[in-house]
């Protein structure tokens, strides 16, 4: 989970969800969904954002990749809103920063700090 600067709070389901609080409300739509390995402690984990977030609408999330070899990733998306931009009608704006192989069985933690 992570406040935004604007106040919005956007929380992280280990699903691969990434919803938003704004206003006191969750939203309907989540912001973005990825496709992710949930099972133990691995899942959509952790969320920062950009410290020139109100300029660039940067922000990054750390999941773990249902691909095998299985990896944990840190991407960086855009926002738009309450969503995450899409360009050219693609699937994703992800940019790729680290990728991980796992190699516990368990314990999945990385801390980032911008």
């Known amino acids: 989970m992570a406040i935004a600067p604007d106040g919005r ?3 992280c389901e280990q699903t691969g969800a990434l919803r938003v609080i704004k206003n006191g409300a969750v939203l309907p739509t989540p912001f973005l969904t990825v496709s992710v390995d949930s099972s133990g ?3 959509l984990l952790g969320i920062t954002f950009d410290p020139n977030f109100a300029s660039n609408n940067f922000l990054y999330i750390y999941y773990t990749v249902p691909t095998t070899p299985r990896h944990n990733r840190i991407s960086r998306f855009t926002a738009n809103g309450d969503v995450v931009r899409l360009p050219n009608n693609t699937p994703t704006n992800q940019s790729l920063l680290i990728s991980a192989t796992l190699h ?6 990385i801390r980032v700090r911008m």
């Open 9 to 11: 709070i956007f929380v």
């Open 41 to 43: 402690e691995r899942g």
């Open 104 to 109: 516990g069985k368990t314990t999945n933690k």
